[in-house]
């Protein structure tokens, strides 16, 4: 980290990760070597001591401490307010790059530049795959999921989506996951960042697909490799992170598809949850071997059908 402009500005979002933290400045302090950057830490209230160990062991870095957490997209859009970087590199507490990934993204930006966000390609701590490419959620798509037909025809165009792809080319996307995205500045400018009514999940998607609507694109290369390890900040607390998801994806509907997208992706969540429910239900009574496993399945699409039959639509960030 330098003096001069940085090229790129880290934003890190931190809540209750303080080890896993730790290490991602770690990584990524070492992969930044030779390129003009700086590093901001938003950590959202976390109570494990995360904000003293950072100053302890980072003392360069720029940390924001707030006194609430606030979610996903309002931390990273109060770092990219004050950033000075040209581009920002958005990185999960828990996604840890390999060697030569930031560099990577950066070049990858430099041969598309129209391309607003660049996603690298994720891998599990064990080094496989992470499919990180999705479609933008619409009540179509929701049926096409819900009835497997995408899984029928997942090469299709029409009816595809990116989970069966190897993410193994350079190619535009719609959307790639917020666990790591490089971001061009005027991407901030233009389109004012993350809508802060998502508290978390689905804001990045929705940023990315207003991204398209003003003429830039995504673009996935495998060429920077980053490992995410995945929900690491709601791992205590999975029933509230699961209404989270869903209040997003209401949200998400909402907006961009009114009311009427809102109700026709519940029904198809509902109709795709009672058939697998019931088809669970059927292996763990054929299937003693299968049993406990099945039984466990058919009750978590039984209580998504439910939820999603009888729960009120409203704000994400309403229900933090």
Known sequence: MGSEMPAVSVIIVSYNTREMTLRCLRTVIADLAGIASDIWVVDNASQDGSADAIRSEFPDVHLIVNPDNAGFGAANNLAMLQAQGETFLLLNSDAFVHAGAVKALMDCAKRHPDAAVIGPR????????????????SP?????????????FPNSRVFGDYRRWAHDSECVVDSVIGACMLVRREAFTETGGFDERYF?????TDWQ???????????FTPTAVVTHLG?????AESERVNSHFFDSLDLYQRKH???????????????????????????????????????VKSRFHARLCLRQATHRAGSAKGIS
């Open 122 to 137: 994720l891998v599990n701590s064990d080094g496989s795959l992470q499919v990180s490419c999705y479609r933008f959620p």
């Open 140 to 152: 179509s798509r929701a049926w096409l999921e819900n009835l497997w037909i995408s899984s029928l």
């Open 200 to 204: 978390m999940y689905q804001e990045e």
């Open 209 to 219: 697909r207003s991204l398209l609507e003003v003429g830039s694109n995504v673009v």
């Open 231 to 235: 929900g690491a900040s709601g791992k």
């Open 257 to 295: 598809h009114g009311i009427l997208g809102v109700i026709s992706v519940r029904a198809a969540m509902v109709v795709g949850c009672f058939m697998r429910a019931a088809a669970w239900g059927v292996v763990s009574v054929v299937m003693p071997k299968r049993r406990n496993a099945a039984s």
